[in-house]
């Protein structure tokens, strides 16, 4: 019996850019929509761009704010193995490896801020942070793919 090999598939499965490709005047809302795009039209995973998408704001704006500024954005797409299910890793790179980010204790009810990284530890499946170098920091959340949704690292022959 003869069968065919599955069709290649070359959609990567990381994808970044540098502060430098996004817009200098609206870096934010660029990122925000990049994630949407790509989410959607690259990976097909459109049931995950919301929360990606609000998750990417939250985390590039706290790296405008607090961070020194926005280096850059990478998202990761990690395959599923036996006994762990797919992730899509979100990672946003500022210039500030000193500050670390901290869930505030208290949030100001009508205030502006404080909210962030409360948004991203209940959207997320997990976050955390850790410096990549001396000048530089990585905040980073991950998401779990939907049960049943197909694995864009390794999709289905069709």
Request: with cysteine.
């Amino acid at each position: 019996m003869d069968t065919a090999p599955a069709p290649f598939d070359a959609t990567p499965t990381r994808v970044g850019w540098d502060a430098s490709v996004l817009d200098p005047h609206r870096p934010v809302a660029e990122a925000r929509h990049r994630t949407r795009v790509w989410l959607q039209q690259h990976w097909k995973l459109a049931d995950l761009a919301d929360p990606v998408e609000l998750a990417v704001g939250e985390l590039c704006t706290n790296a405008v704010r607090h961070g020194g500024g926005l280096a850059g954005l990478e998202l990761v797409l990690g395959a599923g193995r036996e006994f762990a299910p797919p992730l899509l890793r979100v990672l946003v790179v500022d210039h500030a490896p000193d500050r670390a980010p901290e869930l505030p204790t208290t949030a100001d009810p009508f205030g502006e801020g404080g909210r962030g990284l409360r948004l991203v530890e209940a959207l997320a499946r997990r976050w955390g942070w850790h410096r990549t170098g001396f000048d530089e920091k990585q905040v980073w959340c991950t998401f779990a793919l939907a049960p049943g949704s197909e694995d864009p690292c390794h999709p289905r022959p069709r």
